[in-house]
């Protein structure tokens, strides 16, 4: 389950008391305001005076009292590469800094495609794209992200984010709070509601597209074997998995 409220959330089935630990967090509510400030999945630079773009993106490995060190560092690598793609850059190299995170450096061969994780208007379909191939070493396909940065470059992406290992809840919240809107999603029918929401996800990305971009996005990821599921639709404010509501996103927003 969610990494940051794994305790808590293995206490309780009931899908609205999960998600109100985070409505009464500060420390989610910080940490989801650096998405507010900054809604991007990499940090970006433009060096020499804008003659070029690089992103940096950075990841913590996964706690070693549940993983090896090998398989800890494949999935931060994993989570780091898949930050750099969200964000429209290309891979250029990675650094093990300290054992424990790991830096990505890519370059943004068009400043113009840059992409947010933010979502960005009420109607865009909600998509989750790419898939972990084993979960047991989470290696995952490399031309899954090259093709998502291709989708990125024909401008058929609205936004994307990385679903991060707190789940794909969380990662839906970061996607709605820079805008404050909401989603409308549906269920998995293979996996309990819960599962679905707070365990790690098999999916590499969230990614939006609007209604004239749709077709052109899908029949281009399904041409190129990429793994692709409608999950739903951005809404005005209201969270909702089928006939579950969890609120509006401005509760759960620092005040």
């Known amino acids: 389950m969610v990494e940051l409220y794994e305790s808590k959330i293995n206490q309780t089935e009931d899908l609205n008391d999960i998600a109100c630990f ?32 690089v992103a940096i993106s950075k990841a913590e490995s996964p706690s070693l009292d549940k993983l090896d060190p090998a ?10 590469l898949t930050k750099l793609a969200c964000t429209g850059a290309r891979f250029l190299t990675t650094k093990n800094s300290d054992d424990s995170r790991i830096n990505a450096l890519g370059l ?9 994780m933010s979502f960005d208007a009420k109607g865009d379909t909600i998509y989750l794209v790419g898939k972990v191939d084993d979960e047991s070493d989470f290696q995952f396909n490399n031309n899954t992200l090259g093709v998502l940065l291709k989708a990125i470059e ?16 969380i990662s839906l919240l970061e996607c709605c709070a820079p ?41 281009f990821l399904f041409n190129e074997n990429i793994p692709i599921t409608l999950l739903g639709h951005v809404t005005k ?16 927003i620092e005040e």
Do not use: M, W
């Open 22 to 53: 985070l409505t009464d967090d500060p420390q989610f509510k910080k940490g989801l305001k650096k998405y507010i400030d900054n809604p991007f999945d990499a940090d970006i630079e433009r060096v020499g005076k804008g003659i070029f773009t």
């Open 71 to 80: 398989t800890a560092v494949t999935r931060a690598t994993t989570e780091a």
């Open 179 to 219: 805008n404050e809107l909401g989603f409308d999603i549906t269920g998995d029918a293979e996996c309990e509601d819960k599962e679905f929401l707070f365990a790690r996800s098999s999916y590499l990305a969230i990614v939006t597209v609007n209604s004239e971009q749709e077709n052109d996005l899908v029949d």
């Open 108 to 116: 943004i061969k068009d400043k113009k495609k840059i992409t947010s």
């Open 154 to 169: 024909k401008d058929l992406i609205t936004s994307a984010h990385h679903i991060s290992s707190n789940g794909l809840f």
């Open 237 to 252: 404010g209201e969270l909702r998995l089928d006939d579950l509501s969890f609120g509006y996103i401005e509760d759960y």
